[in-house]
């Protein structure tokens, strides 16, 4: 049964990745928490782990052959993204879970708010 809603929560955040450009922590980690009962702790860094291999592969091609990707700014941004992820995963090793899961709620929040006013 965990495999199965593994296997669901990785598709739904594929898809939805794939789709409208977001997927891993907007999407699988709320999952990962509420379906398979992870800490938030757990959930973002499986959400991290499960995005790995996958996000550099079948979903940009996609986007790429299309030519809608830039290669100088996504390589640049990766690099910062690289420094950023390191320092972001170690600063929330010292934070709360429920302080954690508040913060991610206020962030997903304020996305919705301006997605709305745009």
């Given at each position: 049964?965990?495999?199965?809603?593994?296997?669901?929560?990785?598709?739904?955040?594929?898809?939805?990745?794939?789709?409208?450009?977001?997927?891993?922590?907007?999407?699988?980690?709320?999952?990962?928490?509420?379906?398979?009962?992870?800490?938030?702790?757990?959930?973002?860094?499986?959400?991290?782990?499960?995005?790995?291999?996958?996000?550099?592969?079948?979903?940009?091609?996609?986007?790429?052959?299309?030519?809608?990707?830039?290669?100088?700014?996504?390589?640049?941004?990766?690099?910062?993204?690289?420094?950023?992820?390191?320092?972001?995963?170690?600063?929330?090793?010292?934070?709360?879970?429920?302080?954690?899961?508040r913060l991610f709620a206020a962030l997903l929040v304020l996305v919705a708010i301006d997605?709305?006013?745009?």
């Open positions: 049964m965990r495999a199965a809603l593994s296997i669901a929560i990785g598709l739904t955040g594929g898809t939805l990745g794939g789709l409208v450009g977001l997927g891993g922590g907007f999407v699988m980690v709320p999952l990962l928490v509420y379906l398979l009962g992870m800490s938030q702790h757990a959930a973002q860094g499986t959400s991290l782990a499960i995005l790995l291999p996958p996000a550099g592969l079948l979903a940009v091609l996609q986007y790429y052959r299309a030519g809608h990707v830039d290669l100088q700014v996504a390589l640049f941004a990766a690099l910062g993204f690289l420094v950023g992820g390191y320092f972001g995963g170690s600063i929330a090793q010292y934070i709360g879970g429920r302080t954690l899961r997605l709305f006013r745009q």
